[in-house]
């Protein structure tokens, strides 16, 4: 059984809902998923947003999530961790780097088309030699710089919208966006368990 966590900011909104959405997806489908949230910024113990929950209730999910802040025991109980941006994908790899190899973001990750992965692949490639070169005093060469920009121009945000502080109509936005990389990550699990 994989578990999964998701990662967003405060843990109130988008994570939650992910986790939500996975668990109750997964269980139609019957695929064995153990599924957890958190936040790089949140505190423990926060309700999660009334149109989160509200829009959950709309999905036939009557889960009371409680915010949990990102901690090494979620990381390490994790076979996937899938973050909701890319910045909270390169927090998770800055404050875990041991954990690099299962950070995503839930979009990326659930994405198909073979030459945005090949470009995926590179860019954190480039990113992580970037960090070496700057923890040494170093910087980019010109072709790894222009490099790093052509491919960043070229890749599709993995980004999903942040409805905090927004509309009921922004929530449901999040929701769609997430509900729908949710289904393809399904599509991917069920490749993996059937090959």
Not at 6 to 27: D, H, I, Q
Not at 41 to 64: F, N, P, Q, T, Y
Not at 81 to 101: M, N
Not at 108 to 132: K, R
Request: glycine fraction near 4%; include cysteine.
């Amino acid at each position: 059984m994989k578990h999964i966590l998701f990662v967003c900011t405060g843990n109130t909104c988008r994570s939650p809902m992910a986790e939500a959405f996975l668990r109750k997806m997964a269980k139609d489908r019957g695929i064995g998923v153990e599924v957890r949230s958190a936040g790089v910024a949140a505190m423990d113990g926060v309700s999660m947003s009334r149109h989160a929950e509200a829009v959950l209730r709309d999905h036939d999910i009557e889960d009371r999530l409680m915010s949990k802040s990102l901690k090494l025991d979620a990381v390490n109980w994790s076979d996937l961790i899938l973050t909701l941006t890319q910045g909270h994908k390169q927090h998770v790899i800055r404050s875990f780097p041991q954990a690099a190899d299962k950070v995503y973001t839930l979009k990326e990750y659930a994405e198909n088309d073979e030459a945005v992965l090949n470009d995926l692949n590179e860019l954190d490639s480039l990113y992580a030699t970037w960090e070496v070169k700057r923890s040494l005093g170093q910087e980019l060469t010109d072709e790894e710089r222009e490099r790093l920009i052509e491919i960043q121009q070229r890749v599709p945000s993995f980004d999903i919208s942040d409805p905090y502080g927004g509309s009921r109509e922004d929530y449901d936005m999040a929701a769609a966006e997430i509900r729908t990389a949710i289904e393809r990550l399904l599509d991917k699990l069920e490749s993996f368990r059937t090959s």
